[in-house]
């Protein structure tokens, strides 16, 4: 597919934590409205000239259509005189410019013209891409220069990008026969629809009718949830953290419970997701989703979930008589994880979740994260004003990151604060990609990081809560790999690479948002600015450790489920049954019979066999803290070598190969699960540590 869909985180420390410190910790401590609707606008969106009105949407829309025309005629002709790997990356940065552009305003602009035009491009531009992937000229010439060469000369990177481009064009069937080729568009837009209907069907309520359920049952229900007006009760949720154990048992039966409209939505999608593979001459839907990833394909994937499961069984167990000695003894159920968890790490942590957010200011954070850069790969992100119309919202920040001696790499727009319609995932969208451009110069990368702060001006300065710090820098660690991105073409800049790549920089920054040698540096309570007591520092490093092994333990067996659901010819079993199946094996706690959780796991749909992707970045993540960085995390020549061995490349190297070099072994599937149970038992050794 032409255009790629983004869905969608001691060397200098001081010196530089001192120098930057003032502006900063103001600036996001105390938010100002920067921009107001009747403020004459002076510029567009993101300083585009062209957006300076929501009509500037339909002006840019078809600028665009002239450009890809141009394009597709450079392509078909037989004269060209330019790369054509080049020229297919121009054609997809100008569909990426205005489609990423405006699937960002859809989603984020609270004016409802703004949001009126971008759907329209939205919807051009999803039928212009309909119409090139289908383009059997674009295609044949791309396909002979990969096979016979391109008669301008081609660099590793430009056949490696070369054959993603051909790769998403036959994902949709063109090197079909004509029939087939239909066939493949029919199953797509089927699995599209499908899919959309499963995720509707997911966050529905349950509705039951208490007469039929038993009477203690419809008792504890009927205190927690609402009537319809037909007499029934809407069970919108499984009342996981509620203290009362015969209401979460009876409310995470209730809801999920066996659904036949839900089941046969994921059933179809499956199935369908089963022909499409087959008909594109894979053996499996998850042959077709992991064909570019760092596993590449699905059995690298089940060995390495098999030997993490055979290594992580042994320290979940241990998790569950945990939980079982703060459940009175009593053996613990599925729906009893998430209360206990809860209870014993709130337990564990010995101090309010106020008391660690007086440490974690909003702004002694972002110093915190310009420290780090800086160290790291010698960046700075310095504020900009936004000018009248550049904006989206009121209190908008925009950080331009510049390197000390290479100069601008690229904008980050922070929109943190929450406001009414926004949406509630925290988040980084990619507006416009990095890449090379003819005179040599670089097209500077933009991204919007995206959270849900709550702030009331009359409460002192913007506190976070340690799990929102880790959110923050898990998002500032994707824009940072966008930033840092320095490939030739935009269709691999920075977090456009593989699934099981791209979350790896993000989960890296989560070790820096808990690990007490880089949080003593930027931690300073807001009134006193003391640095966080180290008894503090301990306890919250700990509570990230606790209940490590049984929470990695679900995301196996959900992973493990994800592939037998992509990979297994459908109908030998249900889902249900497999589940119930696999859940013996990959999970610690027995299957509850007559449920079906499966039902209500919208992954399914937008992962698709790649939701392992978190546990491989997880493992990248862990090696490369372990062996490079847990002595001295803010390295330099560590940060430095990340930046050019890894970062910088995006998709732009084959990623199995990228990330070898990068850590500098083969990574295996024995490699990933032992970085990831090394890990686990680090961590509970400074957990006990810290208890005593
Ligand atoms: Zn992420």
Sequence with gaps: MILRKTIHDVRCAKKYSVALAKPLSELFNQPKPKFKFFVKNQTGLFGAPELISFEGFYAFKEQTKIDCDNFVDEICNPNRKRNLVTIFDQLSNSLCCLADMAEFIRTAHPDKSFVAAAEDCCISMNT?????????????????????????????????????????????????????????????????????????????????????????????????????????????HPSSHSEDPVLREAAFKVYNGPNAESEELLDNLLESRHKLALTCGFPSYAHRALKNSIAENPSFVMEFLN???????????????????????????????????????????????????????????????????????????????????????????????????????????????????????????????????????????????????????????????????????????????????????????????????????????????????????????????????????????????????????????????????????????????????????????????DTAWQLHFSHFVGYGAKYYSYLVSKALAAHTWHSFLNNDPLNGIQGERLRTECLQYGGGKPARKLVSDYLRTPVTPELLASSLIQDIDQGNEISKFSAT
């Design 128 to 236: 212009i891409v309909e119409k090139l992937n289908t383009n059997k000229d674009l295609y044949t010439n791309l396909k002979q220069v990969i096979l016979d060469g391109d008669k301008h000369p081609m660099t590793e990177e430009d056949r490696h990008v070369g054959e993603l481009f051909l790769f998403d064009f036959e994902l949709n069937g063109i090197h079909l026969e004509e029939r087939k080729r239909q066939y493949v568009v029919n199953l797509n837009n089927f699995i599209l629809v499908t899919g959309q209907r499963f995720m509707t069907a997911v966050e529905k309520p349950r509705i039951v009718d208490p007469t039929k359920l038993p009477d203690v049952v419809s008792k504890v229900l009927s205190k927690e949830y609402r009537y319809n007006s037909g007499g029934k009760l809407i069970v919108g």
């Design 307 to 593: 030997i993490l499961n055979s290594e992580l069984r042994i320290r979940s167990v241990f998790d569950y008589k945990t939980m079982k000695r703060a459940n009175n003894n009593d053996i613990v159920s599925p729906w009893d994880v998430q209360y206990l968890t809860n209870k014993i790490k709130q337990n564990h942590l010995q101090y309010a979740m106020i008391d660690y957010a007086s440490y974690f200011s909003l702004g002694d954070c972002m110093e915190g994260l310009n420290m780090i850069f800086n160290s790291l790969y010698n960046i700075n992100l310095v504020f900009e004003d936004i000018t009248p119309g550049e904006g989206w919202a009121e209190q908008l920040y925009k950080l331009a990151v510049t390197h000390n001696t290479e100069g601008l790499l690229g904008y980050i727009y922070c929109d943190f604060f929450e406001r009414t319609g926004k949406l509630h995932n925290d988040s980084h969208y990619v507006v416009r990609g990095g890449r090379q451009l003819p005179d040599n110069s670089y097209q500077t990368p933009i991204v919007v990081v995206m959270l849900n702060v709550v702030w009331r001006e009359n409460h002192g300065p913007v506190l976070l809560h340690p799990g929102s710090v880790e959110n923050l820098f898990h998002e500032f660690g994707h824009a940072i790999h966008s930033m840092l991105g320095r490939t030739r073409y935009q269709h691999v800049n920075g977090t456009r690479c593989a699934t099981d790549l791209a979350e790896f920089p993000s989960v890296l920054m989560e070790y820096y948002a808990t690990q007490p040698q880089v949080i003593k540096h930027y931690a300073k309570h807001f009134k006193t600015r003391q640095p966080m007591p180290e008894d503090m520092l301990k306890k919250l490093y700990a509570s990230k450790y606790l209940f490590a092994a049984s929470e990695m333990q679900l995301q196996l067996f959900y992973s493990v489920l994800d592939q037998y659901y992509h990979t297994q010819a459908p109908q030998s079993l249900s889902t249900t049954n497999m589940l119930a199946k696999l859940q013996v094996e990959y999970y610690g706690l027995p299957y509850v019979k």
